[in-house]
């Protein structure tokens, strides 16, 4: 089991908890997940690591109650436990000295994004953060990315903070305001991780994308996290979850990441009824 030390609410059905795995934050890096199930018979769900203490032994988790074993893990309080927390998986984003980085978070990305962004400054980049939300009520880590970034954009759908507009609209405006990027990092829904890539082909700006395909067992057994980049067939658990933002088929993951819809709906629907079950007899 895996105590969970500390846990509070980030936004509105994103909750942030931090959890006692010693093993897991010995070998953690930027860009590296972990799959987490919560009760013997839970469900597997990959979450990425948004922070690690090596010294404490913790991992940093942001969950965003989304359906229904996502809204059981948001439930969790300090000294429940995690059944399973298998990790660290997948590759460490790759890090260098690439010059100027420009990071863009839409929602919850921002919680991988952090410690990517953290690294590349610790690398000797000029950092420049875009962080997205729909309203500002939403926008968490706000304290966190200005600590690593030399210049933080906001952007909002509703304009209640920052520009109104698109996270594309910010990095537009960065990019024909003169600054030079020499790569991207963009993390988000996939429509937004899309549009970025879109936008930054134009511009010949690398851009790396983090994909969080419908996945089982982390390890590449299943197959089930398949995404088709620059037109072969790669699993997102073990060949990533980092891409070259510009040769993933996004219309093909996206077709994927629908295939449950139905299932998830009724499944959280199930879970929504039974949570208000009045339970007095």
């Not at 948004?50 to 300090?78: F, H, M, N, P």
């Not at 990305?109 to 997205?132: D, Q």
């Not at 134009?202 to 851009?207: E, F, G, L, Q, V």
Request: glycine share 10%.
């Amino acid at each position: 089991m895996y105590k969970i030390g500390y846990a509070a609410d980030l936004a509105e059905s994103i909750r942030l908890l931090v959890v006692s795995a010693p093993m897991v934050a010995a070998k953690a890096q930027a860009g590296h997940f972990v799959v987490v199930r919560n009760g013997e018979k839970g469900e597997r769900i990959p979450l990425t690591i948004a922070d690690y203490d090596r010294q404490k032994g913790t991992i940093t988790l942001v969950v965003q109650s989304v359906g229904k074993s996502s809204s059981e893990i948001c439930a969790l309080q300090e000294g429940d436990a995690l059944t399973d927390v298998l990790g660290p998986l997948g590759h460490a984003t790759h890090i260098e000295r690439a010059g100027t980085v420009l990071c863009v978070a839409g929602g919850v990305g921002v919680a991988p994004v952090y410690p990517i962004a953290k690294a590349f400054k610790e690398a000797g980049n000029r950092l420049i953060s875009v962080i997205g939300a729909r309203s500002k009520d939403l926008i968490f880590f706000q304290a966190e990315m200005e600590a690593v970034s030399d210049a933080v954009h906001y952007t909002t759908d509703d304009g209640s903070y920052g520009l109104h507009g698109f996270v594309t609209d910010a990095v537009r405006n960065i990019v024909e305001g003169g600054e030079k990027v020499n790569m991207a990092v963009a993390i988000g829904p996939l429509p937004m991780m899309k549009a970025v890539a879109d936008l930054t082909r134009k511009y010949d700006i690398s851009t790396v994308v983090s994909l969080n395909a419908l996945m089982v067992d982390g390890t590449g057994m299943c197959g089930g996290c398949r995404v088709t980049v620059g037109g072969e067939t790669r699993f997102s658990c073990v060949d990533g979850p980092d891409f070259d933002g510009h040769k993933v088929d996004f219309a093909e993951l996206l077709r994927r990441q629908t295939r449950f819809s139905e299932e998830e709906k009724m499944a959280y629907d199930r879970y929504r009824k039974e949570e208000h079950k009045c339970r007095i007899r």
